[in-house]
C-alpha cells in the first residue's frame, strides 16, 4: 500500500507561481512512475506531467514551457513548479503512483490540492 500526501496549493494571481510536492510513502518497488494529474469542474481528469524513477518526463501541451516535474528519489517525493499560471490552470491537482508488480499495475492517489488562478 502506497500513501501520498500532497502540498503547496493555493491561490495565485495569473502570471504567477506555485510549487506543488507529493511524498509517498509506504511499501514499494523502487520503479515507478510518479506525476500530476488536474480536474477541473465538469471536466475529466487530465494528465499535466510525470516522471519515472529513471527521470523520464511526460507533459500535457498545454503546459509545456511553463511547468517542470521533478523528484527525489531518495525521499520519494515528487514536485511540479508551475510558473506562468493561467486561470485555466485553476483545477484540484492530484498526485499519481504508478508502479509494476509481476505485471500487474498498481495505481494510488493523493486526495488532491486546489489550486486557483486569479486573472
Known amino acids: 500500500q502506497v500513501q501520498l500526501v500532497e502540498s503547496g496549493g493555493g491561490l495565485v494571481q495569473a502570471g504567477g507561481s506555485l510549487r506543488l510536492s507529493c511524498a509517498a510513502s509506504?511499501?514499494?518497488?523502487?520503479?515507478?512512475?510518479m506525476g500530476w494529474y488536474r480536474q477541473a469542474p465538469g471536466k475529466e481528469r487530465e494528465l499535466v506531467a510525470d516522471i519515472t524513477s529513471g527521470g523520464s518526463t511526460k507533459y500535457a501541451d498545454s503546459v509545456k514551457g511553463r511547468f517542470t516535474i521533478s523528484r527525489d528519489n531518495a525521499k520519494n517525493t515528487v514536485y511540479l513548479q508551475m510558473n506562468s499560471l493561467k486561470p485555466t490552470d485553476a483545477a484540484v491537482y492530484y498526485c499519481?503512483?504508478?508502479?509494476?508488480?509481476?505485471?500487474?499495475?498498481?495505481?494510488?492517489w493523493g486526495q488532491g490540492t486546489q489550486v486557483t488562478v486569479s486573472s
Open positions: 499519481n503512483f504508478l508502479t509494476n508488480v509481476a505485471g500487474i499495475l498498481y495505481d494510488y
Open positions: 509506504g511499501r514499494f518497488f523502487s520503479s515507478n512512475t
